[in-house]
């Protein structure tokens, strides 16, 4: 599947794998007040490396339905940390992201929040929504 915008140039067509490693290479980069995980909320090892783990994409799903691309991010957060605030900087992070690439703006955007790590992992289910007209 690809993500294809038309413009006056012509037609723009990007892998949805070239969309979710940019995504992901944005989000490590942010500050480590979460860790990605899976769909189930399994973290996803949070050792350093020097390229992009494949188990990092199953902490992401990108889809197209018809035009309408929507991104789910799956993570695990750090007691402490503001839910609302982390979610802003991922949604401006995968914003940015569709931004460089001359993209529209994905139409929801969901960070579901699997658990939060303190001494244990306290299992949660928490999502928060943007949507883009």
Do not use: Q
Request: aromatic share 6%; glycine share 6%.
């Amino acid at each position: 599947m690809s993500v294809i915008a038309r413009n006056e140039y012509g037609a723009v067509g990007v892998n949805k794998s070239v969309i979710e490693k940019m995504i992901i290479e944005d989000v490590l980069a942010m500050p480590d007040s979460f860790l990605l995980c899976n769909k189930k909320g399994k973290p996803i090892k949070d050792k350093p490396t020097p390229w992009l783990d494949p188990d990092h994409y199953d902490a992401i799903d990108v889809t197209d339905k018809r035009g309408d691309v929507s991104v789910k991010l799956y993570v695990i957060t750090k007691t402490g940390t503001n839910i609302s605030e982390l979610s802003d900087c991922i949604f401006e992070s995968v914003e940015n992201v569709f931004e460089l690439l001359r993209l529209e703006k994905p139409k929801t955007i969901k960070v579901k929040v699997k658990g939060i790590m303190g001494d244990s992992l306290e299992k949660r289910s928490i999502e928060v929504v943007r949507n883009n007209a």
